[in-house]
């Protein structure tokens, strides 16, 4: 389900935060999974302006679609 998806990232953000560190961009959600998948995967990066740039940028794949 999707809200257990939002309790972990809860929680990561708050780890995150008591280590000063921001969160400049999240996607939360069932994105290119298979059937019987279980549990999260989790990716945290350093991300200067270009990759925020690369990341904001419009994308239309089967997987995800935004700023099309």
Excluded: H, Q
Excluded at 7 to 26: C, D, M, P, Q, Y
Excluded at 31 to 58: E, F, H, K, N, Q
């Amino acid at each position: 389900m999707v809200i257990e998806l939002y309790v972990v990232f809860n929680e990561v953000a708050g780890v995150l935060a008591a280590k000063n560190v921001t969160i400049a961009r999240s996607l939360v959600g069932n994105y290119v999974t298979s059937l019987d998948m279980t549990g999260v995967s989790i990716t945290v990066c350093r991300a200067d302006t270009d990759m925020l740039s690369l990341w904001d940028a419009p994308v239309n794949t089967p997987a995800l679609r935004w700023g099309v």
